[in-house]
């Protein structure tokens, strides 16, 4: 029998800190679905997913139940859309509005993948795609939409970036009412992966099997109560302390997917070793940071112990599970973290320190409110900047901006539930449009070509 | 297959004799127990063999909160095999 401490350590980590399954998706190839007329696509596509994720969420239910454990979000990921709507441009709308009732009737928390790989050029047919993407957020519930802009092969297609930042304006416009709220389920990308299971990025990308399960882990909370019992400890301790504080979150969520994997027939895909926050006291990324010694995240020395907690995670949790993929690491989603909200309320935490998180940690300038008014040139010069770091730091970056029509800086908005609240944001104000106009692609970075 | 139930609540008479009833009563096998107070909390662990048991995992976790609501402790029935998972590397 496991010995006594170890069982009240695991229901203790559950009951008081947090630690859950933040998902289990179903990643869905739709290329079997493609037929002579949109229309039929769509119906295949619904049925497909209706098949295939049938028992995706009461799986899901009954193994929380069984082990113990919350299971946050059940999801699917699909093939990207572009890929489908290739003969059918001005009929996306069609495939989304199928792909938004699949969710609905399989009872999914979201289904991601109204998707295009843009990275290196366009077609037509894409640029019709990345067009339709304002109405469709604005007119489905569950469906998120992503945009690979660059690859540290291909460089970063600016014509993209540039194009992004009005497609991102126009949906916060359509979505005004929620406070932009369509903004939160569209993330631009640098270097995207295809077997991310979080939302709003994920998609099943083509190199992957017919049905997939990935899972991403969580537990900002478990980590931070770990090194709440270690005031003294110096920074190699405390690296220790995070990497065997992974490995057991990361167990759970191997034991979880290969489980879910198995009662679903579906493949084995990959554990996401994420550290999830949620807008809940002590599920906070921003107060594991701080506990480290930092007054308040976003003061000096907050690139350094976010470095120190994205690589213990990662170390930690690689030899606990068989397949590690997604994004993996330190998410800093600013309105689903109550101590990166306060900062950002208070004024520590800027937009420039969050970019320079990015460069150590796992994804990007992830759920930041910015001013309505924001010009989408800068917009686009966001997401250039973070294109950037991920090109030439090899890693993925990503950009979930949402400028909240007729609100600025000192205001707040509210999107509920684990995306949570947002300050708004100061951008900086000198345009960056005549740098946007430019379009083109930034070439890839000499260490890019590695044949 | 084999569970693991935690009970969590302040001390009383009778804890153990209610839940040793409700499993038997399930034709569950204790294997294993142990009782201490930690933190002046009442604190018991049991392995439980549940390959008799007339009741699916689920059922036995549901049934097994409604007593503990009953008596005014937290009961936890969880598989194995998340502890296994958490703690032993050679799973």
């Known amino acids: 029998m496991i010995n006594n401490q170890n069982i009240l350590e695991t229901v203790h980590m559950v009951q008081k800190e947090h630690l859950d399954v933040r998902t289990i998706t179903m990643g869905i190839s739709l290329l079997p679905c493609i037929r002579a007329t949109a229309e039929a696509t769509a119906d295949a596509i619904y049925d497909k997913v209706c098949r295939d994720a049938e028992h995706l969420v009461k799986t899901g239910n009954a193994l929380a139940v069984e082990y113990g454990i919350p299971i946050v979000n059940k999801r699917v990921s699909v093939t990207p859309v572009s890929l489908l709507t290739a003969s059918f441009s001005g009929k996306e709308p069609l495939l989304a509005a199928a792909l938004d009732r699949a969710a609905k009737t399989v009872g999914v928390d979201f289904l991601g993948g109204y998707s295009a790989l843009v990275h290196k050029g366009m077609t037509d047919s894409e640029r019709s795609f990345l067009n339709s993407i304002p109405e469709v957020l604005a007119s489905t519930d569950l469906l998120c939409a992503s945009v690979g802009v660059g690859t540290t092969r291909s460089g970063i297609n600016m014509d993209a970036v540039r194009d992004l930042g009005n497609i991102i304006l126009r949906t916060a416009a359509l979505t005004a009412d929620k406070g932009g709220f369509g903004c939160a389920k569209l993330v631009a990308f640098c270097n995207a992966v295809e077997d991310n299971p979080f939302m709003a990025g994920a998609f099943h990308g083509i190199g ?22 270690a005031e003294d400890a110096d920074l ?12 057991k979150i990361t167990r759970v969520g191997q034991l979880i997917a290969a489980e879910a994997a198995s009662r679903l027939h579906a493949n084995p895909g990959i554990v996401d070793l994420s550290l999830a926050p949620t807008p809940a006291v002590g599920d906070s990324v921003a107060r594991i940071l701080e506990t480290m010694g930092l007054t308040q995240v976003g003061t000096h020395g907050t690139t350094a112990c976010l470095a120190l907690l994205n690589d213990a995670v990662k170390k930690g949790g690689m030899m606990a599970c068989s397949a590690v993929g997604g994004l993996s690491g330190a ?41 309505g008014d924001t010009p989408a040139s800068t917009i686009s010069a966001i997401i250039a900047d973070e294109a950037a770091i991920g090109m030439v730091n090899n890693k993925t970056t990503a950009v979930r901006v949402i400028p909240v029509p007729g609100k600025t800086v000192g205001d707040e908005v509210e999107f509920g539930g684990l995306l949570g609240k947002a ?29 | 297959m084999k569970a693991i139930l935690t009970v969590i609540g302040k001390d009383k008479p009778g804890i153990i004799a209610k839940v040793s009833t409700f499993l038997a009563d399930r034709g569950c096998n204790i294997e294993d127990i142990s009782q201490t107070i930690l933190q002046g909390q009442f604190t018991m662990i049991m ?26 402790v937290s009961i936890y029935l969880q598989h194995e095999d998340i502890f296994n998972a958490m703690h032993d590397v050679d799973l």
Request: glycine fraction near 10%; include cysteine; hydrophobic fraction near 45%.
């Open chain 1, 208 to 229: 992957e099997a017919d049905r997939v399960i990935n899972v991403g882990v969580s537990g900002p909370g478990v980590v931070f109560h770990a090194l709440q019992n």
């Open chain 1, 236 to 247: 190699t301790e405390v690296a220790e302390i995070i990497k065997r504080t992974a490995f």
């Open chain 1, 331 to 371: 998410f800093i989603p600013v309105s689903e973290d109550e101590g990166m909200i306060a900062s950002a309320a208070s004024g520590t935490l800027c937009l420039d320190k969050l970019e320079a998180m990015t460069a150590v940690c796992s994804v990007g300038i992830d759920m930041v409110a910015v001013p």
């Open chain 1, 423 to 451: 300050p708004i944001m100061a951008v900086h104000t000198p345009s960056s449009e005549k740098f946007i106009l430019r379009g083109g692609r930034i070439p890839a970075p000499i260490h890019g070509n590695k044949n």
């Open chain 2, 47 to 72: 392995l439980i063999d549940l390959s008799r048991c007339g009741e699916t995992l689920a059922e036995l976790v549901g049934d097994a909160k409604t007593l503990g609501d009953e008596i005014g």
